[in-house]
Nanobody, 120 residues
Framework: VQLQASGGGLVQPGGSLSVSCAAY????????MGWYRQAPGKQRELVAT???????MYPDSVKGRFAISRDGAGNTVTLQMNSLKPEDTAVYYC???????????????WGQGTQVTVSS
């Protein structure tokens, strides 16, 4: 199983950016996918999650500015980030709770990080 992240980059304050994550491999079921971020010197924090039935969750710090969505198959999620602030600068990591064919338990998987920098 592999989570492949794409997107990110440099944007000015108030701008928009999106990051996407695609899950590949022998996946039998995905419970939820989401994004975390980690700024230098800080702990990794939750940014957004979306469940298999489309339920989304956001912390107050990004609520109303970020939106997570998924494709029809549910294996790709996109995080649209609007009204970005310098404090949104971080490495963003894709995360999924999924089950692999031939196993009975769900397990967490992580993708590689992608840098998002908000600066003028």
């Amino acid at each position: 199983v592999q989570l492949q992240a794409s997107g990110g980059g440099l944007v000015q304050p108030g701008g928009s950016l999106s990051v996407s994550c695609a899950a590949y491999g022998s996946i039998s079921s995905i419970h939820h996918m989401g994004w975390y971020r980690q700024a230098p010197g800080k702990q990794r924090e939750l940014v957004a999650t979306i469940t298999s039935d489309g339920t989304t969750m956001y912390p107050d710090s990004v609520k109303g500015r970020f939106a997570i969505s998924r494709d029809g198959a549910g294996n790709t999620v996109t995080l649209q980030m609007n009204s970005l602030k310098p404090e949104d600068t971080a490495v963003y990591y894709c995360n999924a709770l999924l089950k692999v064919y031939g196993t009975i338990r769900f397990a967490y998987y992580w993708g590689q990080g992608t840098q998002v920098t908000v600066s003028s």
